[in-house]
């Protein structure tokens, strides 16, 4: 079942990028200079819009903190020993602008709730951005995946309604409302290329 369930989940993400590369040709994006021969889509200060991004970031209060944190107190009541791991998890996401608009993707996550217990976690991302083009980007996004480790996998998510992109080049990300696996209160540093 667990070898399965991750196959799924690989045959979506590479459909996901196969589709995004084929589509990358035909889509209308911000602006465009356009020259006798050529067109160069550009950013709003000029810069070339860049459909690539890769960040790395770390987020508390995350599904699996909760469980842990639930853990830790029904153990510690009837057991001396506290078996709470490590409070957050660290991400690693990939991002593909389609268009102006739409981003998919991939994000891994490492969580370690209970001690000795690492928990992995792999969601395809889909991400909806306000101003792709601006320094300040607005964002939605949902993530749907799931986490697994030695007992087994278990589907897992993460949503934000509300978070901020800045940054042309280097961006800083910030989620301010969401809930998941990535965490209530999450924040990272990427690359756009």
Same mark, same amino acid.
């Not at 067109?39 to 459909?51: H, S, Y």
């Not at 998890?89 to 990939?94: E, G, P, T, W």
């Given at each position: 079942?667990?070898?399965?369930?991750?196959?799924?989940?690989?045959?979506?993400?590479?459909?996901?990028?196969?589709?995004?590369?084929?589509?990358?040709?035909?889509?209308?994006?911000?602006?465009?200079?356009?020259?006798?021969?050529?067109?160069?889509?550009?950013?709003?200060? /000029?810069?070339?819009?860049?459909?690539?991004?890769?960040?790395?970031?770390?987020?508390?209060?995350?599904?699996?903190?909760?469980?842990? =944190?639930? /853990?830790?107190?029904?153990?510690?009541?009837?057991?001396?020993?506290?078996?709470?791991?490590?409070? /957050?998890?660290?991400?690693?996401?990939?991002?593909?602008?389609?268009?102006?608009?739409?981003?998919?993707?991939?994000?891994?996550?490492?969580?370690?709730?209970?001690?000795?217990?690492?928990?992995?976690?792999? =969601?395809?991302?889909?991400?909806?951005?306000?101003?792709?083009?601006?320094?300040?980007?607005?964002?939605?996004?949902?993530?749907?995946?799931?986490?697994?480790?030695?007992?087994?996998?278990?589907?897992?998510?993460?949503?934000?309604?509300?978070?901020?992109?800045? /940054?042309?080049?280097?961006?800083?990300?910030?989620?301010?409302?969401?809930?998941?696996?990535?965490? =209530?209160?999450?924040?990272?540093?990427?690359?756009?290329?």
């Amino acid at each position: 079942m667990k070898t399965k369930i991750i196959s799924l989940i690989l045959i979506l993400f590479f459909a996901a990028t196969t589709f995004a590369h084929e589509t990358e040709n035909n889509t209308e994006l911000p602006s465009k200079e356009s020259t006798a021969d050529t067109t160069t889509l550009v950013n709003k200060d /000029g810069t070339p819009f860049k459909r690539h991004t890769i960040s790395v970031g770390y987020g508390i209060l995350t599904l699996s903190d909760f469980y842990g =944190m639930l /853990g830790s107190v029904i153990v510690s009541m009837f057991d001396g020993d506290d078996p709470f791991g490590t409070l /957050g998890a660290l991400s690693i996401d990939y991002g593909y602008k389609i268009g102006e608009f739409f981003e998919t993707g991939l994000v891994f996550n490492y969580a370690e709730p209970i001690k000795n217990t690492p928990l992995y976690t792999i =969601m395809p991302r889909a991400k909806m951005n306000f101003n792709s083009t601006g320094f300040f980007n607005p964002f939605m996004e949902v993530d749907l995946g799931v986490s697994f480790n030695g007992d087994g996998v278990i589907p897992m998510f993460q949503l934000t309604l509300l978070g901020f992109e800045m /940054g042309t080049t280097i961006p800083v990300i910030i989620n301010i409302l969401s809930f998941g696996q990535r965490g =209530m209160f999450y924040g990272s540093i990427g690359f756009k290329f």
